[in-house]
């Protein structure tokens, strides 16, 4: 089976000191980093899509599409 995952968003946010992260491509390690040198309570939220066998009618479109250009 296919499966294709990206991070959509995240962000990381201080309970302490009201600190927010929003660069979701590292809020996990900005987050981590602030915890670990603040000595605060940090919360990462963090929103994952997964895809998985793409629909038969796009598989079917795409493949018409490459039939077309290699004539």
Request: charge should be negative; hydrophobic fraction near 30%.
């Amino acid at each position: 089976m296919k499966k294709e995952s990206w991070v959509v968003h995240s962000m990381a946010t201080c309970e302490d000191c009201d600190w927010v992260g929003t660069n979701h491509k590292n809020a996990q390690a900005v987050g981590a980093n602030h915890a670990k040198h603040h000595n605060h309570f940090v919360r990462v939220e963090t929103v994952l899509v997964s895809r998985y066998n793409e629909p038969r009618d796009i598989i079917s479109e795409r493949t018409k599409t490459i039939n077309e250009e290699s004539e």
